[in-house]
T-cell receptor, first 113, second 114 residues
């Protein structure tokens, strides 16, 4: 069964600090991995999308890494801001099951002043 | 519009009533998805459309749930005889292609069943 597990479940950091969120998956055969940011009461918004051949992808202060061998990804947030407070969702797509992606339960990040 | 539009944004209904939730995807996006998100939980897949057909309905929780898509565009999710456990945010997403494509989400329809 395809699974995506994220850790930690929640995280509190001070403004200006860095943090790293983890995503482990068992989806196979792998197509791509995406990180989404979901603000409270809003729909998720895409941050990065990574395919098998990509190790790192950045979007501003967000940097995602992918290790396809160990089936792990991380999302690193640099110099956090209050607006980074949100849920971060890892989503992995399966090449053999067109139309369905496997979602992690998300990491809730709270950035405090 | 430029993004995925969902309506209503909020719906309060009484147990046993039927509700319809609407999704207007980004123009030209062939794939459309419905998800359900209960309070504090992750997204739960409901159904996937490619054009007007639904190759994957496996996430629909019961026969009270149905969805259709017409003209390869607007989709309607219908919940019959609503129950309190149906209370959740229903999110719609569209994609220019299938599973490998980036998903563009609407803001969701928050359903409360009293």
């Amino acid at each position: 069964k395809n699974q995506v597990e994220q850790s930690p479940q929640s995280l509190i950091i001070l403004e200006g600090k860095n943090c790293t969120l983890q995503c482990n998956y068992t989806v196979s055969p792998f197509s791509n991995l995406r990180w989404y940011k979901q603000d409270t009461g809003r729909g998720p918004v895409s941050l990065t999308i990574m395919t098998f051949s990509e190790n790192t992808k950045s979007n501003g202060r967000y940097t995602a890494t992918l290790d396809a061998d160990t089936k792990q990804s991380s999302l690193h947030i640099t110099a956090s801001q209050l607006s980074d407070s949100a849920s971060y969702i890892c989503v992995v797509s399966d090449r053999s099951n067109a139309g369905k992606s496997t979602f992690g339960d998300g990491t809730t990040l709270t950035v405090k002043p | 519009g430029a993004g995925v539009s969902q309506s209503p944004s909020n719906k309060v209904t009484e147990k046993g009533k039927d509700v319809e939730l609407r999704c207007d995807p980004i123009s030209g996006h062939t794939a459309l998805y419905w998800y359900r998100q209960s309070l504090g939980q992750g997204l739960e897949f409901l159904i996937y459309f490619q054009g007007n057909s639904a190759p994957d309905k496996s996430g629909l929780p019961s026969d009270r749930f149905s969805a259709e898509r017409t003209g390869g565009s607007v989709s309607t999710l219908t919940i019959q005889r609503t129950q309190q456990e149906d209370s959740a945010v229903y999110l719609c997403a569209s994609s220019p292609s299938g599973a490998a494509g980036e998903l563009f989400f609407g803001e969701g329809s928050r359903l409360t069943v009293l």
